[in-house]
């Protein structure tokens, strides 16, 4: 069973947005060590596998949702930011 924690549905389709405009993105998210990161590149891809969703950012990183912490500065709502 998953621990994943599903993403506000306006926050989803936020990454969306982005990442049809293919622009780059400040995007702050906690690893898997739980280490705060920043990066800026773009949303590959926003998909689902199994009961979690995920980001893909160039050149083929994947980053759970509720790993993220902002993008482009708007905190995800639960986030904590």
Same mark, same amino acid.
């Given at each position: ?28 998210? /906690?690893?898997? %060590? ?10 590959? $891809?926003?998909? +689902? *596998? ?6 893909? /950012?160039?050149? %083929? ?10 993008? $482009?500065?708007? +905190? *995800? ?5």
């Amino acid at each position: 069973m998953s621990d994943y924690i599903p993403i506000a549905c306006s926050f989803y389709d936020e990454l969306e947005l982005r990442a049809m405009r293919g622009r780059q993105v400040k995007v702050t998210y /906690l690893t898997a %060590d739980g280490l705060s990161t920043t990066r800026v590149a773009r949303i590959l $891809d926003v998909f +689902a *596998r199994g009961q979690e969703e995920f980001i893909r /950012l160039e050149p %083929d990183e994947e980053i759970r949702l509720d790993r993220l912490m902002s993008i $482009d500065g708007l +905190a *995800r709502p639960g986030a904590g930011c």
